[in-house]
């Protein structure tokens, strides 16, 4: 009796570890929500009309579909003024930070007007800002072209765009977009963040301090699904981020630790001598 009920837990515990490995994804999220997962900050936003899902994973990864929304955003990354959803002053400007850096991998299929971009605000000036790396229907451009410049392997078309009395981070405010907008799509790469930064300023674009920089998938009356399967996040001398993510878009195999592997084959075993002493005493 005591063999057969261990042999029952060593089932349980074959299971519950199997069931671990199998399931990857960390957190669903069907509204509007701000949180923290693993290392990085996330946000699912929607505003008004459509419909969208954003699975998150905790090394910063993350897959998403919307359908007929108005505008929403999916995005991971460092909420640097408002960590999980807490507000804080403990914010600096990005120089004070360390050079910035995001490399990315995304499958990314828009149907109409999207963005897959760097993304995030700054505070004291309040502004909001786009690296774009690649779009959907329409190519994005500001109201004001403040010139082009060669980064990461291509060019990036500036621009500055006045939002007045819009949605942001403080309320309803007027405030300036900064733009870069690359020319030529891409969509996996490693991007200087902290150097776009320092090229808007040398073009009298005034950044403040940093509240956010995210990777992020933007829709704005569209529809579309993506998978950023990689994601590595480095802010100064701290990167964040596993690199690239197993999942069944990338990847047929099912990867499995060698622990894991050592442990099953154990339990196995275990298993296997159990049903052995039962039988002879049966």
Known sequence: MLIKTGAKLVILFLFAMLTTVIVSADLSITRNMIGALGDFDFEFWKESEGDGKMTVYRDGTFDCTWEDADVILFRTGKKMGNPGGRRTSNIFKHDELGDIYISYAADYKPDGNSYLCVYGWTVNPLVEYYIIESWGSW?????????????????????????????????????????????????????????????????????????????????????????????????????????????????????????????VAIGILVIGVAVKTVTKKD
Not at 147 to 165: A, Q
Not at 203 to 208: A, C, D, K
């Open 139 to 263: 190519h994005p451009k500001g109201d004001d072209f403040m010139g082009s410049v060669k980064l990461d392997g291509g060019t990036y078309d500036v621009y500055v765009t006045i939002r007045e009395e819009e949605a942001s981070i403080n309320g309803t405010q007027t405030f300036p977009q900064f733009w870069s907008v690359r020319t030529d799509k891409r969509t996996e790469g490693t991007i200087s963040v902290s150097e776009h930064f320092r090229l808007w300023e040398k073009m009298g674009m005034e950044m403040g301090n940093m509240f956010e920089v995210a990777f992020c998938v933007e829709g704005i009356h569209s529809s579309g699904e993506a998978s950023v399967y990689k994601h590595l996040l480095t802010i100064g001398d701290d990167t964040y981020g596993e690199g690239t993510h197993f999942n069944e878009k990338q990847s047929n195999r099912i990867e499995i630790s060698p622990v894991i592997i050592f442990s």
